[in-house]
């Protein structure tokens, strides 16, 4: 008798996985668009930090997010199961956050590109440097302190202080600008602090992204039972994140790979072959980061967009009546600009909003 009742639970554990890998399939198939921006945005996050801290770095997000996952995974089915009308305005907040901070990048990547002009302004040994002279135009058009560009100050003339601001402040020698809350920031100094910023801001938008995969899953198995709908959310949580974050990994060590393949010694085809891939690998790096950088700003707006639009029925209505009449690839192209721009107008509005709040709470920077 224990036998049997041992072989009947076998068999319902059994139908139960089947069951669960099935769902697990369908769900994950509706959230790949979300997890490939989940993928841009988290190896654009984990990316300009100390070469021997990437791994860790991605190791500490991909534990916050398994965190994130398993206090979403519950609350998303209590929050399903007594007040499932709660679910659309909060995947908003979410939203307008992430159309927040895409903005905020905007904005961060536009003050880092007006630094580095600056500078190139500023020092002799560039070509761009103010203080050139150039026949008939004198020298020292822009000042600094009172004093010309270039130009050598007058006896007795007190030299102030460099700007703190001027200071070339570079990454572990990766020549890049770093900012911690807007500001340029000394990365001898404040290494930690960045990292310890890049960690949470990662987390934060795992947070979002994570809560959207939860809830597009929750929403492919309403109609099963209970045991089966955590299981499945459970499956999706771990697989993501493991997927997710084994690829920003690799991402992030490419060039590291690389470098180790073009080291490669001996002779034959196939070690000649690899030397000139990890050449190859080694010089595409630099340029895979700065696009996943690009890509992962568009991601924010894209997600960030397409939760506000579906979010307001009116909207909602608005953007598919645009995609109306258009077929396959070029109705995804329309409905995703549309996301885009939706997503892009909102941070405009939200970050115009905390502006003025931190304005008259005497909080701007």
Partial sequence: MAGTSLLALIDDIAS????????????ARKTASVLSDDLALNAQQVSGVNADRELPVVWKVAKGSLLNKAILVPLALV???????????LLMIGGAYLSYEGVEKLIESWHKRQEKKRRKLSDPSTTAYAGTPTPGIPTGGITTGGIPTGGTPAPGTAVPPASSAATTSTLAGNGEDVYLDGKQIDASTDLV????????????????????????????????????QVL???????VMTVGVYGLVA?????????????????DGGLRTMLRSAGRGVVAAAPMLMKALSVIG????????????????????????????????????????????AL???????????????????GKGH
């Fill in 16 to 27: 139960i996985l089947d069951d669960v890998a099935a769902m697990s399939k369908v769900a």
């Fill in 79 to 89: 929050i399903s199961a007594f007040i499932p009308w709660a679910i659309t305005p």
């Fill in 193 to 228: 602090a960045l990292e310890n910023q890049k960690i949470k801001g990662a987390v934060k938008t795992d947070f979002i992204l994570s809560a959207e995969i939860i809830v597009i899953s929750l929403g492919t198995v309403a109609t099963v039972p209970l045991l089966d």
């Fill in 232 to 238: 499945v959310l459970i499956v999706i949580s771990l």
């Fill in 250 to 266: 690799g991402i992030v060590k490419m060039d590291d790979l690389g470098l180790y393949m073009s080291r490669l010694t001996g």
């Fill in 297 to 340: 700003t568009i991601a924010m707006f894209l997600v960030g967009g397409s939760i506000l639009a579906h979010g307001f029925p009116w909207t909602h209505s608005l953007l598919d009546s645009l995609a109306a009449g258009h077929s396959g690839w070029v109705a995804s192209i329309l409905t995703a600009l549309t996301d885009m």
């Fill in 343 to 361: 997503g892009l107008v909102a941070g405009i509005i939200i970050v115009a909003v905390v502006t003025l709040v931190k304005k008259m709470l």
